[in-house]
């Protein structure tokens, strides 16, 4: 039996409300900045501290998921701004429920629960097709949207024929 090892990088695009929040934190560094130099010191205070946000928190803007595939287990990471890396989640393809295109009819039932945990690891580009799958973990459902290659899609059709939907 041959081991199939796949690794899939995705880089997000950036939402219109994270580019809001990363330009209210730099001007607001800046103002505090301007301000606490003309009129009151104190703000000078502010602005250092706020320049330490925004210094902390502008790489957290910039992320791209890894997907690690090996034999029947999907790994997922997020990396921050390229230099910080986070295990999001771990899933194992025997507690697949069904596996379908993103827009699929065949996930209706799921998309519309509201006690299914939905997590999106795409880049959040409409052009891109995306795969959807319910996995049953140990206290509730979760629905994993990812962009997986072809030749992740065949292996875990391979393994769980019945779980996926091709439609």
């Known amino acids: 039996m041959s081991d199939m090892y796949s690794e899939i990088m995705v880089k997000r695009i950036t939402p219109t409300s994270d580019k ?3 330009a209210a934190l730099i001007g607001g560094t800046a103002v505090c900045f301007a301000v606490g130099v003309v009129i009151a010191w104190p703000l000078l205070l ?3 501290v706020l320049g330490i946000i ?3 928190m502008i790489p957290r803007f910039d992320l791209e998921y890894e997907y690690l595939y090996v034999n029947g287990e999907i790994d997922i990471d997020k990396i921050m701004g390229k ?3 986070k295990r999001c989640a771990s899933y194992d393809i025997e507690n697949l429920e069904i596996m379908a295109p993103s827009n699929s009819h065949a996930l209706d ?3 519309n629960n509201k006690d299914i945990r939905i997590r999106d690891y795409t880049s959040l580009d409409p052009q891109v097709s995306s795969y959807s799958l319910v996995f ?6 979760e629905l994993v949207k990812l962009e997986l290659n072809e030749n992740v899609v065949g292996e875990i059709r391979r393994l769980a024929p019945r ?3 091709q439609y």
């Open 109 to 111: 039932s799921y998309v």
């Open 46 to 48: 502010a602005a250092v």
């Open 136 to 141: 049953n973990q140990e206290k509730q459902r």
């Open 83 to 85: 230099q910080k890396r």
């Open 54 to 56: 925004t210094y902390l």
């Open 163 to 165: 779980k996926v939907c």
């Open 20 to 22: 809001v929040k990363k």
